[in-house]
Structures are given as C-alpha cells and as structure tokens.
C-alpha cells in the first residue's frame, strides 16, 4: 500500500505484527541512553549534585538526530554518577536545565531523585540565578537594560523561537562589561529571569545586536569562531540537602577570552 493511499470499502489489510514489534523493540532501544566514554569538565561534585563545564558541540540529552555523543551518555559513563530517578529508560537522568549545543559553560545535574526535585522547584520558582557572558555584534549604547519581550516558536520554521505578542513570557536583563568600538563588539552579562528556548539569543538579536557566530538569529559569521559567542558562567542556587546557597563558575573557553580582558 503506498503512503497516502485512501481505504475503500473491501479492501483487505493484513498487518505484519511479527515485524512491527521487532522494528518497536528496535526504535526503543535506540532511544534508551546508553553509557559512553566521554571526558567530563567537573566543576564541582558530593553525593548530591554534579556541575560540568560543558563544552560547545554537545548535545545535552540524546534527541531526533543526536543519539550518542551527548552530555547524558557521558554521565551514564561517570563511576560518580549514581543517580536513580525514573530508571534506565529516562533520556534525561539528572539533568536539572540544559544549554544549547554551541553554547558552553556551568550545568547543575542532580544524582539522586531528591536533589532533582528539589532543583527543579527551585528552576520553577526563579530563584536560581545563571550568569552568561555573550558577546554582540555592535556597541551596545546602554550601560544596563531589560528586554521583556514573549515568545513563541516560529510559525514558518519550528526549529527556530521568535518574539509574538501570543507567545510566553521572556524577560533577560544584561549590563555592558566591555565595549570594543574598534571591532565593533560589546560583552555583556547576561541573567535570563525566565528559561525559554533559545531566549538570550532572541532577545538580543531583538534589540538589534545579535551574537557573534549566532548565524540561525541574524548574528554575523566570525572567520575562528565556529559557535555562538555565548558562554554560562556561573550559577547561584540553594544547594538541595544542605540548604546553603552556592555559587559556582565555570571559566570561558579559549575560543572567547579574545574578547574580553576580563578572563571570566
């Protein structure tokens, strides 16, 4: 039967169950994270929490495209990672937030089911603050601003986000680090207060000052720069079993000290 055929009365259909369940079983296993040997930048690490710099190019959890190579089967490869959340089958054990593949930096994953529970109220409530470095096209005229502009997915593409009146929610502030008027740039610190897809770089492509190797929201191509200047630099949080606030950091790649002096 070929794809868009349209049934009739009479016409006779016979299933191949032996066959889709072989190619089920085949599906789900592809899917089920498995263990991988993959080095981890540890940042910090007990018997509750784990933090990893993670660097541009990995995916944070196997998805459509992306089985293997990912942050999650790197941790299911760590001896130290000893989560049990919702058992083998979970694609995402630990992960607490995610960043974007070209975006590096600090990520807080949680190694036991109280801990993620816990983190992610905490995510939910707005009361873990992320710092991010981002560096811009253009002189940003503003010392300190807020953008606070919803959005949705776009309706003509849906790997991509855009600002729409109907969409949820978004609200980054930023304040000027450095600017280079030289090289036309400015480095900014970036705190999102919501954590929607894609936010910090639709929003300050919004404003008119996109980030460097951003090409997917109108940033310009950067011959050395094969990824989005943008770089998760340190995380505040109530640390899940001890209850002390913590703040850890994670350094800039050396792809992007060249912007800045100040060496995050």
Do not use: Q, W
């Given at each position: 039967m070929k794809p868009g055929h349209k049934v009739k009365t009479g016409?006779?259909?016979?299933?191949?169950?032996?066959?889709?369940?072989?190619?089920?079983?085949?599906?789900?296993?592809?899917?089920?994270?498995?263990?991988?040997?993959?080095s981890l930048d540890i940042v910090y690490e007990d018997d509750d929490i784990l933090a990893v710099n993670k660097p541009a190019?990995?995916?944070?959890?196997?998805?459509?495209?992306?089985?293997?190579?990912?942050?999650?089967?790197?941790?299911?490869n760590y001896p130290g990672f000893t989560a049990k959340l919702n058992g083998p089958k979970d694609l995402r054990p630990g992960i607490v937030h995610r960043l974007d593949k070209d975006t590096?930096?600090?990520?807080l994953i949680a190694k036991t089911a109280v801990a993620h529970r816990k983190l992610s109220k905490q995510l939910k409530n707005r009361t873990i603050i992320k710092k991010y470095i981002a560096v811009v096209k253009g002189i940003v005229e503003l010392d300190e601003g807020i953008i606070n502009a919803p959005i949705s997915h776009n309706k003509k593409d849906r790997r991509r986000m855009a600002i729409e009146e109907e969409g949820k929610e978004a609200i980054t502030s930023?304040?000027?680090?450095?600017?280079?008027?030289?090289?036309?740039f400015t480095v900014l610190e970036v705190m999102p207060k919501t954590g929607r897809t894609h936010q910090?770089?639709?929003?300050?492509?919004?404003?008119?000052?996109?980030?460097?190797?951003?090409?997917?929201?109108?940033?310009?191509?950067?011959a050395g720069l094969s990824r989005q200047a943008l770089h998760a630099n340190s995380i505040l949080f109530i640390h899940p079993?001890?209850?002390s606030p913590?703040?850890?950091?994670?350094?800039?790649?050396?792809?992007?000290?060249?912007?800045?002096?100040?060496?995050?």
């Open positions: 016409d006779n259909i016979e299933i191949d169950l032996e066959k889709l369940e072989k190619e089920s079983f085949a599906e789900r296993d592809r899917k089920i994270p498995k263990g991988e040997d993959i190019g990995m995916v944070v959890h196997p998805a459509c495209g992306n089985y293997s190579g990912t942050l999650v089967n790197a941790l299911l590096s930096g600090i990520m930023y304040h000027v680090l450095e600017r280079n008027k030289e090289k036309n910090i770089r639709i929003h300050l492509s919004y404003i008119g000052h996109p980030i460097l190797g951003d090409v997917f929201y109108n940033g310009p191509h950067i079993v001890k209850n913590m703040e850890l950091t994670a350094p800039l790649p050396p792809e992007l000290k060249n912007y800045t002096h100040r060496h995050c």
